[in-house]
């Protein structure tokens, strides 16, 4: 299984939070790109960002310790 932690539209934010869960050891997930991709990246069908569930405590930690916990 997998936890979503957070819907975004702006992908320099997302890649800057995969950035950090991959520095913590974590294995984050995109989901969504392509549907992104196709739309054009105007922002009408943000992506989501997830890790293992088994990793979802430590992921929440590590950006709530960045400030970047934030829901939506």
Not at 5 to 28: T, V, W
Not at 51 to 56: N, S
């Given at each position: 299984?997998?936890?979503?932690?957070?819907?975004?539209?702006?992908?320099?934010?997302?890649?800057?939070?995969?950035?950090?869960?991959?520095?913590?050891?974590?294995?984050?997930?995109?989901l969504d790109s392509h549907m992104s991709a196709v739309e054009g990246r105007i922002g009408a069908f943000p992506q989501r960002l997830a890790?293992?569930?088994?990793?979802?405590a430590a992921a929440e930690s590590l950006l709530r310790e960045a400030g970047e916990w934030r829901l939506g």
């Open positions: 299984m997998i936890r979503v932690l957070l819907s975004e539209g702006d992908p320099i934010r997302l890649g800057f939070l995969q950035a950090l869960l991959r520095d913590g050891g974590l294995r984050p997930l995109l890790v293992p569930e088994e990793e979802a």
